[in-house]
């Protein structure tokens, strides 16, 4: 089985700055991309960013220039680095692992998520 950990999360004002990182653990060989999405009240999940193992990534437009991923596929750990937060930005972020290969067989994981809440 495979865990996600979040941490990171918390209350900052607009314009601030906050750093998630998410930890994956178990039985892993390897995960081909780690992400970050977010769900705000009464809205859809969204992608926020992801990364590949290899290094690519893919950002939303509305946090472009604002957030940073980055990885460190030793460690299983992905970073989310958010500056310039908007109080749109308030929402729960959740942590995705996807392709995580334990054994021969791949899977996706989910972390629990973890409040951003950005004040005006």
């Known amino acids: 089985q495979v865990q996600l950990v979040e941490s990171g999360g918390g209350l900052v004002q607009a314009g601030g700055s906050l750093r998630l990182s998410c930890a994956a653990s178990g039985n892993i060989f390897s995960i081909y991309a780690m992400g970050w999405y977010r769900q705000a009240p009464g809205k859809q999940r969204e992608l926020v960013a992801a990364?590949?193992?290899?290094?690519?990534?893919n950002l939303a437009n509305s946090v472009k220039g604002r957030f940073t991923i980055s990885r460190d596929n030793a460690k299983n750990t992905v970073y989310l680095q958010m500056n310039s937060l908007k109080p749109e930005d308030t929402a729960v972020y959740y942590c995705?692992?996807?392709?995580?290969?334990?054994?021969?067989?791949?899977?996706?994981?989910w972390g629990s998520g973890t409040l951003v809440t950005v004040s005006s």
């Open positions: 995705n692992a996807a392709g995580v290969r334990s054994g021969s067989s791949y899977k996706d994981y």
């Open positions: 990364i590949t193992s290899g290094g690519s990534t």
